[in-house]
């Protein structure tokens, strides 16, 4: 086994649709000729047709990413429906086996939306980069049918959870310390807007991508299953998102570090 010291560590946070992101991701970058694994510090859902080694089993985790290009590591138990994250000396070393991890760093019960607990998210003390991901169907739907928590994220935003989310709600918590970035701590961060192809104004989501030019902030909507157009008021025209976004955020995940 041959060992990287230069793997890129990503750590993905924020509402549902990361574990799908994250297989996404390592399917491209794995055809791309990089070796993946991917992981998680919290729980995944488990998928028994992906390429899958218990995390201490480093030789059988190699010989599958030299089959596949890309594998699970993590724990899990006969018959349960959710994998479990390394503990930190096995989790510490498993960039030394590949040229990229992806760790799924946060819980939010498949809800497109949340802000962090206290204990969350739990980002690895190595990792380069985090992507935040919400999910845009929160939208005009109300607090307490879209979000984990929706004491919290009510809270957070000052609204009762019976009140619609709208996109000033979705950008505050990308841009707070408190929500999207919160344990980013000077490392590169994106936030991932999945779900584009839900709003019934796309010109929310060019808001949003608007208000992160602004704040500096790399902010990227789209969707993991459909193409979706975007209006955009500087040119006047459509803009169209590429059918399948995640080779989109490989790149810009790419543009933002150095080579792996």
């Given at each position: ?18 574990t ?19 992981t ?149 961060f ?10 019934e ?23 993991l ?7 955009n ?26 080579s792996?």
């Amino acid at each position: 086994m041959k060992k990287n010291e230069k793997a890129l560590t990503v750590a993905f946070t924020g509402g549902g649709g990361k574990t799908s992101l994250i297989l996404g991701l390592a399917e491209i970058f794995s055809g791309q000729g990089k070796r993946v694994i991917v992981t998680t510090t919290t729980h995944m859902a488990w998928e028994p047709e992906r390429p899958f080694a218990e995390a201490e089993d480093i030789p059988g985790a190699y010989r599958l990413i030299e089959q596949y290009g890309y594998v699970i590591a993590a724990h899990h138990k006969a018959g349960q429906p959710k994998i479990s994250g390394p503990e930190k000396e096995i989790l510490e070393k498993l960039p030394g086996f590949c040229d990229l991890l992806l760790v799924e760093a946060d819980g939010s019960r498949r809800r497109p939306l949340k802000v962090p607990a206290v204990h969350e998210p739990v980002i690895p003390s190595f990792a380069d980069m985090v992507v935040g991901v919400i999910g845009l169907d929160c939208i005009g739907k109300k607090i307490c049918d879209t979000s984990h928590r929706p004491d919290d994220v009510a809270g957070f935003l000052g609204k009762c959870t019976d009140e619609p989310v709208t996109w000033m709600d979705v950008w505050k918590i990308i841009r707070s310390e408190a929500g999207l970035q919160k344990g980013v701590d000077g490392r590169r961060f994106l936030a991932y807007l999945n779900k584009a192809d839900t709003l019934e104004d796309p010109g929310m989501a060019e808001k949003l991508m608007a208000q992160g030019q602004e704040a500096g902030i790399m902010v990227i909507c789209g969707s993991l299953q459909r193409s979706v157009n975007i209006w955009n008021r500087k040119k006047k025209e459509m803009s169209h998102i590429r059918i399948n976004s995640r080779e989109y955020l490989s790149s810009c995940m790419l543009k933002m570090t150095l080579s792996i």
